[in-house]
């Protein structure tokens, strides 16, 4: 599943890669028990950003490994994107899930993975304080809502969504926690992933 280019390296090993910068993202959710249209169940409210390359990915960004550790960087780059205090957010290890190398260009990259749970409150404080974030209207266009459900044409929903352009492997990444959190079946997530393909 996961994209060629990309390999999957343990936190410890990504620590002794040479040349590589280390990038944090993290995936923030909450359940929502809200449905779209009175109809459908809306499952999760699950945050990725538009950035300004027109892409989407996770709110996150470069860590300088030899002055930070991954988290404090992590943090120090939620507060710049999404302008939360960090007693509504503050990302921990335990949040860790994975990391993935890159050689492709421009630049040698180590992407480490955070997901974290909040509550739907919580989490639409978070979306409130983002639109007065130092990078708003800058390197960040808009934090978003992913919707993870399939409308009955078979394409609009998350088949739709996934037929966007995505930064690095964040696509694999929101189909990894969809996978491994189980916020979807299996048979939800390979019907979004085939749909769209034919889209
Ligand atoms: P600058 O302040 O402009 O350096 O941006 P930033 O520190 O916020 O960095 P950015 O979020 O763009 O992430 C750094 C690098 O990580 C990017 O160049 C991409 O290669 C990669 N990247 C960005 N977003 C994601 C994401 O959601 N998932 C993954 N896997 N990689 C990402
Ligand atoms: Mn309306
Ligand atoms: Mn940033
Ligand atoms: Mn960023
Ligand atoms: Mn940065
Ligand atoms: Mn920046």
Do not use: W
């Not at 390999?7 to 590589?20: A, I």
């Not at 390197?139 to 966007?164: C, H, K, Q, S």
């Amino acid at each position: 599943m996961m994209e060629p280019g990309y390999r999957s390296v343990s936190r410890r090993d990504s620590r002794s890669l040479v040349g590589y910068k280390h990038a944090c993202h993290a995936m923030l959710f909450a359940q929502d028990h809200g449905k779209l249209f009175g109809r459908i169940p809306m499952r999760y409210a699950l945050l990725m950003q538009m950035r300004f390359d027109g892409k989407i990915g996770f709110p996150g960004g470069f860590v300088d490994i030899r002055d930070h550790s991954l988290e404090d960087g992590l943090n120090r780059e939620l507060a710049e994107e999404l302008g939360c205090d960090q007693k509504l957010l503050c990302v921990t290890e335990s949040d860790y899930r994975s990391s993935h190398a890159t050689d492709a260009m421009p630049q040698k990259v180590v992407a480490h993975f955070y997901i974290k749970q909040l509550s739907l409150a919580d989490l639409h404080r978070i979306e409130v304080a983002a639109v007065h974030a130092k990078d708003h209207g800058r390197e960040v266009m808009g934090t978003i809502r992913v919707p993870l459900y399939t409308l009955r044409d078979g394409f609009g929903g998350l088949p739709a969504f996934l037929t966007n352009t995505f930064i690095g492997n964040a696509k694999e990444q929101l189909i990894y926690a969809l996978r491994t959190l189980k916020l979807l079946s299996e048979e939800a997530i390979q019907t979004a992933i085939s749909a769209g393909q034919e889209g």
